[in-house]
């Protein structure tokens, strides 16, 4: 034997004893957020029993994270949602329905209906009317979405969705105050980004895959035992209060991967060797490398998870002595000068809600949010009473409590949900969702349809779990390949019959 084969023997001997050394599992599932939990259960159904599911977290839920906050009646806080706040697109007559609302409905989730008509609006000057301005953008938006359809349909190029929007005659002057904000209320508000920064096809897809596929139905959740309740009880019917194979409180910190398994290593200086793993960490942990690969993930995974957005939308829950606001759910201010500037308040005691709370949300995204997020309590109050004042009058008091989630310094997630940019294509976002060696993942962003929301994750985690048992059993889709699609080389447009199941493509959005 060479100096280097045995050198390099008693290494894979090393290696060989710590994977020894390690314990052992058929699945390890990373992560205990909708996604991972969706998985273990979804393993559980299909008799895999044997997994363990690692949590950096002392919680489950992830991004569904509801938070105490203020002061209640009996001196108990109330509870607010930093994170997911929305059951969005529930069901339309016998059609489908979206998970998310089975079990809103299934655990008595209260809800608020959104509706966006109960709205005041405001300028520099106070209260004013820019609904006209609303409602262009909303025609603008839906004709979009449809031209969007035949650009997919067609196999043509994807293009921004500012380019759809001026091909259909939207295309407000920097300075038109109110058709900037009505567009940063019904674009940004939701989808994080600008149009400029927005895929037209895959955000067309998104919007008809919840709100026509499932239904238009928005529901506000404020619930006071949290939204995160459905997880948490989901949780139980499968994986009892202290099951040993939850570990909460332990940060995934290097994943060694092959053909054959996948060795843990967390923070404990514990480690797992399962046969397989699935892995629902956020885009943004995986972008910020929070995680070492070993081997390296392969360029075109590491292409793939460079080329899409995770954005941050910032919630800046205040509590007030007394309400001074209009009885609506939406209170929408239209800066002179800066898009995007504390535009959105949601007062949540109005009748209906949380009456006699004083609660009210302000929200901001993006550049905002990282603006906002950088900066204390005490700056960000500042700024929105100047703004609550300009609205309202002077005699608008100081909150009694003002609190926010900083998403973007998050370290278990870096963010608050993704966005899908342009110069991308189906085959590019294949690439994120698909597994490498026994390493697979799942996740809100690795929804082809459903990115950004609840049921993406839930979606995402049930489908692998249920590829990954098929690959256990010798049964179903892993029989003739270990595999998912994949596409080390990318070559621009993906047809349109590639929009399948194997591509994680559940909802048909052209019909
Ligand atoms: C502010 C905000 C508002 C939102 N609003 C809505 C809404 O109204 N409606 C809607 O449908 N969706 C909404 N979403 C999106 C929704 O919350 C997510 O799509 C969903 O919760 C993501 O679930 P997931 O399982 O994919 O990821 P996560 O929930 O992020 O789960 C991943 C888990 O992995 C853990 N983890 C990360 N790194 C490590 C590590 N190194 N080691 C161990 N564990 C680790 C995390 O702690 C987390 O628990 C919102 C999200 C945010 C943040
Ligand atoms: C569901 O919740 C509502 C209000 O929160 C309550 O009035 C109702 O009794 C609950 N129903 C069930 C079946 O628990
Ligand atoms: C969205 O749905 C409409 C029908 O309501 C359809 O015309 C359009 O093609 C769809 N767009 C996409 C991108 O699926
Ligand atoms: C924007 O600026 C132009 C040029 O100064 C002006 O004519 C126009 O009225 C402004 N529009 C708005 C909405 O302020
Ligand atoms: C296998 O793939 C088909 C579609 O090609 C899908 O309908 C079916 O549910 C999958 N089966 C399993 C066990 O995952």
Not at 14 to 28: G, I
Not at 121 to 139: C, L, R, W
Request: net charge negative; proline share 5%.
């Amino acid at each position: 034997m060479s100096t280097t084969k045995v050198l390099l023997a008693s290494l894979l001997g090393a290696l060989a004893v710590q994977a020894q050394e390690c314990e052992q599992t058929k699945v390890a599932v990373l992560g205990a957020g909708v996604a991972g939990i969706r998985a273990a259960q979804e393993l559980s159904n299909n008799g895999v029993d044997d997994f363990v599911l690692i949590e950096y977290q002392d919680r489950i839920g992830g991004r569904m994270h509801d938070v105490k906050f203020g002061q209640g009646p009996d001196g108990v806080p109330y509870k607010v949602e930093a994170g997911a706040n929305w059951v969005q697109g529930t069901v339309t007559g016998d059609g489908p329905e979206n998970p998310i609302s089975v079990l809103a409905k299934k655990y008595n989730i209260t809800t608020l209906v959104t509706d966006q008509d109960s709205l005041a609006m405001f300028d520099q000057h106070g209260s004013t009317d820019f609904k006209y301005a609303i409602d262009e953008f909303g025609e603008a938006l839906e004709k979009v979405v449809v031209d969007a359809g035949s650009l997919l349909y067609n196999d043509l190029q994807d293009r921004t969705f500012r380019a759809g929007f001026r091909l259909e005659g939207w295309d407000p002057l920097k300075n038109d105050s109110y058709r900037q904000t009505a567009e940063w209320w019904l674009f940004d508000g939701e989808f994080i980004y600008h149009p400029e920064e927005s895929s037209e096809i895959f955000t067309s897809v998104a919007e008809n895959a919840t709100f026509n596929y499932y239904s238009p139905d928005n529901l506000f959740v404020y619930d006071q035992r949290g939204f995160a309740t459905i997880i948490r009880e989901e949780a139980k019917t499968f994986l009892p209060d202290s099951d040993p194979r939850l570990r909460l409180s332990t940060e995934v910190t290097r994943i060694e991967y092959d053909d054959d398994s996948v060795t843990v290593h967390t923070n404990q200086g514990t480690c797992v060797h399962a046969d397989y793993a699935i892995m629902t960490f956020s885009l943004g942990v995986l972008q910020k490398k929070a995680v070492e690969f070993v081997p390296p993930l392969p360029a075109w995974k590491q292409a793939a998870i460079s080329s899409f957005e995770l954005g941050t939308y910032t919630k800046i829950f205040m509590q007030f002595d007394t309400p001074f606001w209009d009885n609506k759910q939406y209170l929408i201010y239209a800066d002179p000068e800066t898009r995007g500037y504390y535009p959105e308040f949601q007062p949540l005691d109005i009748p209906g809600a949380l009456e006699g709370s004083g609660l009210l949300i302000a929200t901001v995204v993006n550049d905002q949010s990282y603006r906002v997020e950088a900066q204390t309590n005490e700056q960000t109050q500042a700024e929105v009473m100047e703004v609550l004042r300009t609205m309202y009058g002077p005699q608008v008091p100081d909150p009694t409590h003002l609190w926010y989630k900083r998403w973007s310094q998050t370290p278990w997630a870096y963010g608050s949900y993704s966005n899908w940019p342009p110069a991308t294509s189906l085959q590019s976002h294949q690439n994120l969702r698909t597994n490498v060696g026994n390493l697979f993942f799942a996740g809100e962003a690795t929804s082809q349809e459903f990115f950004g929301y609840l049921q993406g994750a839930y979606l995402e985690g049930q489908y692998t779990a249920e590829f990954v048992a098929s690959c256990i059993g010798g049964s179903g889709n892993c029989t003739t390949s270990d595999d998912e699609k994949r596409y080390p080389v990318l070559t621009g447009v993906t047809p349109y019959n590639l929009y399948n199941w194997e591509h994680g493509w559940v909802a048909d959005t052209l019909a």
